[in-house]
C-alpha cells in the first residue's frame, strides 16, 4: 500500500533560521495536504497541492509539489516561535480516498 | 457549533472492555474518517465514510474494530475487547469534496487509555 514518508524527525532552530521538511510517497498522488499540530493539539490544515510542480505561499510558507507527484516540501522562512509543532504531510493516492499520513517533522524554535 | 466536536474526551477503559466512540463531523460535511494516533507518530488512517457508506477499512484494522454512519451524519467507533495496545488518540475528521477540494477538519480526538 501507499507510503508516506517524512524527513527530518525532529528539527531545532533558532529563531529567524530557516526551515525544510521533506515528504516522499511510494506511489503517485492524486493531492498532497500539510497539516500542523501543535503540542496537546489536533491536526490544522494547511495546504492542498494538486499539479504537478505547483508552488504556493503562506508568508513565510512555501509549500512544493513535486513533477511526479510523489514528493513535497514545506519550508520556512526566517521561524519564529509560533511555528513550534509538528508538520504532517498527507497524501491521498489515485486509486484511494484515505488521506495517508507521514510521521511528521517536529519542529521546535528557540529564542 | 462549526467544528468536528468528539465525545468523549478522555477515555480509562480495562483490558477486555468494549468502549464506543462518538464523532459528529461539520454539519454537511460528506466524507468523515477516524484515525488513530499515538505519541510521537503521525495519525494512522482506520477507516472512511462517504456519506453512510464505508469505503474504506484499513488492512491494520483487527475485527475488534467496527464503524458506523448511520444516515450519514454522526459516527461511532467501536473497539471490543480492548487491549493495552489499543491505548492512542483517536480522531475524526470530516471533509466537503468539492472538486479537487479534499480539506479535512479534525475533532479533538478521544484519547483511550486501557489499564
Known amino acids: 500500500g501507499q507510503q508516506v514518508m517524512q524527513i527530518p524527525q525532529y528539527q531545532h532552530v533558532q529563531e529567524g533560521e530557516d526551515f525544510t521538511t521533506y515528504c516522499n510517497s511510494s506511489?503517485?498522488?492524486?493531492?498532497i495536504q500539510w497539516y500542523k499540530q501543535r503540542p496537546g493539539g489536533h491536526p490544522v490544515f494547511l495546504i492542498q497541492?494538486?499539479?504537478?510542480?505547483e508552488v504556493k505561499k503562506q508568508k513565510r510558507l512555501t509549500f512544493q509539489f513535486g513533477e511526479a507527484k510523489k514528493n513535497s516540501s514545506l519550508h520556512i522562512t526566517a521561524t519564529q516561535t509560533t511555528d513550534v509543532g509538528t508538520y504532517f504531510c498527507?497524501?491521498?493516492?489515485?486509486?484511494?480516498?484515505?488521506?495517508?499520513f507521514g510521521k511528521g517533522t517536529s519542529l521546535l524554535v528557540t529564542p | 457549533d462549526t467544528g468536528v466536536s468528539q465525545d468523549p474526551r478522555h477515555k480509562i477503559t480495562k483490558r477486555g472492555q468494549n468502549v464506543t466512540f462518538r464523532c459528529d463531523p461539520i454539519?454537511?460535511?460528506?466524507?468523515l474518517y477516524w484515525y488513530r494516533q499515538t505519541l510521537g507518530q503521525g495519525p494512522e488512517f482506520l477507516t472512511y465514510?462517504?456519506?453512510?457508506?464505508?469505503?474504506?477499512k484499513s488492512r491494520l484494522l483487527s475485527d475488534r474494530f467496527s464503524a458506523e454512519r448511520p444516515k450519514g451524519s454522526f459516527s461511532t467507533l467501536e473497539i471490543q475487547r480492548t487491549e493495552q495496545g489499543d491505548s492512542a488518540m483517536y480522531l475524526c475528521?470530516?471533509?466537503?469534496?468539492?472538486?479537487?477540494?479534499?480539506?479535512?477538519?479534525f475533532g479533538q480526538g478521544t484519547r483511550l487509555t486501557v489499564v
Open positions: 506511489t503517485t498522488l492524486s493531492n
Open positions: 497541492l494538486v499539479k504537478s510542480g
Open positions: 498527507a497524501g491521498m493516492s489515485n486509486s484511494g480516498y484515505a488521506l495517508n
Open positions: 454539519s454537511e460535511h460528506n466524507r
Open positions: 475528521a470530516s471533509s466537503l469534496v468539492i472538486g479537487m477540494n479534499t480539506e479535512a477538519f
Open positions: 465514510f462517504q456519506n453512510e457508506a464505508q469505503l474504506e
